[in-house]
T-cell receptor
Framework: GENVEQHPSTLSVQEGDSAVIKCTYSDSASNYFPWYKQELGKGPQLIID?????GEKKDQRIAVTLNKTAKHFSLHITETQPEDSAVYFC???????????FGKGTRLHILP | EPEVTQTPSHQVTQMGQEVILRCVPISNHLYFYWYRQILGQKVEFLVSFYNNEISEKSEIFDDQFSVERPDGSNFTLKIRSTKLEDSAMYFC????????FGSGTRLTVV
């Protein structure tokens, strides 16, 4: 079955700097790659997603890139702010309504 | 914005007892799911439910687990005889072209 690896497990960046989280997946049949933000005491919240027919997608300060050949995908957050501090999960799925396989998560700390 | 609602937020139960975790999915969603997250570990898929039946389940979802949509609005997860290792955060989700997760139920088995 699908396996998603995520790095780093913890990331600290100065406010205003960029943060990058990287993931790999194993199943070439995966076509949908969502990213979730989880704040303390809450469920995962979708922040951005990308389909396999797209190499890059951007939404304001957040961007995702996908290299389907290498089975790599990444999350980029620019101009980080204190409210970006959270746990971020990458994930892979066949399609939007299918089961999701999550990475282990990255705890992002934004330093003042 | 529509929400997935889970109750209770925290449940403590004795080992061997049955628990029912409750969820109210978003009303026009057709796909429903349960996931769990053991403390410090990744979120794991348990089961998906579509058209009033299980569409897929993981190897975690053994005979002690069951799901039900009893009245067209609620979606429940029952654990028949809880074990210590069932202690986790359980998330319900619903989807119609994209997931919405609830805030979770923290289950503590003592």
């Amino acid at each position: 079955g699908e396996n998603v690896e995520q790095h780093p497990s913890t990331l600290s960046v100065q406010e205003g700097d960029s943060a990058v989280i990287k993931c790999t997946y194993s199943d070439s049949a995966s076509n949908y790659f969502p990213w979730y933000k989880q704040e303390l005491g809450k469920g995962p919240q979708l922040i951005i997603d990308i389909r396999s027919n797209v190499g890059e997608k951007k939404d304001q300060r957040i961007a995702v890139t996908l290299n389907k050949t290498a089975k790599h995908f990444s999350l980029h957050i620019t101009e980080t702010q204190p409210e970006d501090s959270a746990v971020y999960f990458c994930a892979a799925s066949m399609r939007r309504d299918d089961k999701i396989i999550f990475g282990k998560g990255t705890r992002l700390h934004i330093l003042p | 914005e529509p929400e997935v609602t889970q109750t209770p937020s925290h449940q403590v139960t004795q080992m061997g007892q049955e628990v029912i975790l409750r969820c109210v999915p978003i009303s026009n969603h057709l796909y429903f799911y349960w996931y769990r997250q053991i403390l410090g570990q990744k979120v794991e898929f348990l089961v998906s439910f579509y058209n009033n039946e299980i569409s897929e389940k993981s190897e975690i979802f053994d005979d002690q687990f069951s799901v039900e949509r009893p009245d067209g609005s609620n979606f429940t997860l029952k654990i028949r005889s809880t074990k210590l290792e069932d202690s986790a955060m359980y998330f319900c989700a619903s989807s119609e072209n994209g997931y919405t997760f609830g805030s979770g139920t923290r289950l503590t088995v003592v």
